[in-house]
Structures are given as C-alpha cells and as structure tokens.
C-alpha cells in the first residue's frame, strides 16, 4: 500500500492563480480530508468528504473547492489563490469505524506570491 | 464545539531524563484522543490513542499517555527521552459519532519536543 499520496510536494503561484492539489488513498477509506497548517495555528480543516460523491465544509473552506468522484481521489482546487493561502496543505483518510486511526499524506508546501 | 489546548509551545529536556507534553480538551461525551508526530518536512504519524478502557495507553516509539477524564487532560509520557525523538507534538480530539460534523478531528497548535545530548 502506498498509503495517502499528495502532488505536488512544492509549488508557488502568483496572487490570482488556480491549481489543483492532488491526493489519493489506497486503503479504500471513506473518509478523506483537507487541512492546512500554520505557524501557531495547529492543523485547520478546510473540507472533508465522507464518501465519493459528498462533501462538507470545514473550519476554513474559503477560497477552497473540493470534489469526490471516486473513493480513492479527493482533490483540492484554488481557484484564485491569495497570499493568506500559502500554507503546508495535508490531506488525510481514514476508515469509517468509531475507533479508526487517520492516516495523512507528505503534504504540499504552496506559496503564494 | 470540541477544543484541544497544549500549552506549551516548546519542551526542552536532556536526553535520559523524562518528558511529558501537555494536553487539555473540551468535547461533549465521551472523547476519542489522540497523539500525532511531526518530524521536519514529514506529514503525521500516528503514536497513539486512547478510545475505552485502561487510562494509561502505550503506543510507538515507546511513547505512552494518561486519559484523565477529572483533569481533562491527555498528556504524552515517555520514561527516557531520545535526541531522535525531537519533533512537533500535536493532540487531537473527536466525541464518538461516527456521522457528520461530530467526526472531525480537531488538533492543538502543536508542542515542539527539543532533545538535547
């Protein structure tokens, strides 16, 4: 199992830009979500979905679509990114069972300019 | 709304001594908590957790942490600290319900562990 996988693990982008981060589980996890991390802030959740075809917002969805088309992938998009969005952005699953572990992902550090 | 809060944002300590980082939480029912790693330039493992059961849960690395429910409190434990254990804590907590909003995970701001020889 290659676990949770994220692409890219870099990438800077111009105020104004899109992108689309990638993740993808192996381990048929329902449940699969967003954060970004910053300094002194812990990890926030963006959006989560908790099966292909649903999605909900989380802390901090602003600036940010998802979509769950297949079990596997749950990508993030930036339709117009915004400095405030550089960020390390982790995505994660885990099974649908009352005592489940999360698994997360390497991450990918965005940089906004 | 469910609320985890560590403390301290550093922990310094000598390789060999003790260590404990520090963890409250608020949630309603009963919690599900949790302890994640961080190393430099890594995502999060997973060290361990405490669902039902005895209050004092073992996990990697030989890690361990106490789930006192009076206190409020989960804090992480290990009897001799290693320079290698140096990295970014976090605690986590989620109430027992497997559907909606309830599910979610909420995570510290995070304590940084620095191990010194």
């Known amino acids: 199992n290659a676990g949770v996988t994220q692409t890219p693990k870099f990438q800077v982008l111009k105020t104004g830009q899109s992108m689309t981060l990638q993740c993808a589980q192996d381990m048929n996890h329902e449940y699969m979500s967003w954060y970004r991390q910053d300094p002194g802030m812990g990890l926030r959740l963006i959006h989560y979905s908790v099966g292909a075809g649903i999605t909900d917002q989380g802390e901090v969805p602003n600036g940010y679509n998802v979509s769950r088309s297949t079990t596997e992938d749950f990508p993030l998009r930036l339709l117009s990114a915004a400095p405030s969005q550089t960020s390390v952005y982790f995505c994660?699953?885990?099974?649908?069972?009352?005592?489940?572990?999360?698994?997360f992902g390497p991450g990918t550090r965005l940089t906004v300019l | 709304a469910q609320s985890v809060a560590q403390p301290e944002d550093q922990v310094n300590v000598a390789e060999g001594n003790p260590l404990t980082v520090k963890c409250t939480y608020s949630?309603?029912?009963?919690?599900?908590l949790f302890w994640y790693v961080q190393y430099p330039n890594r995502g999060l493992q997973f060290l361990l957790k405490?669902?039902?059961?005895?209050?004092l849960v073992k996990g990697s690395y030989g890690f361990e942490a106490e789930f006192n429910k009076s206190q409020t409190s989960f804090h992480l434990k290990k009897p001799s600290a290693l320079v290698s254990d140096s990295a970014l804590y976090f605690c986590a907590v989620r109430p027992p319900h497997n559907t909606g909003t309830a599910s979610k995970l909420t995570f510290g701001t995070g304590t940084r562990l620095q191990v010194t020889l």
């Open positions: 405490y669902i039902t059961g005895d209050n």
């Open positions: 994660a699953s885990r099974t649908w069972g009352s005592t489940d572990t999360q698994y």
């Open positions: 949630v309603s029912g009963n919690p599900y």
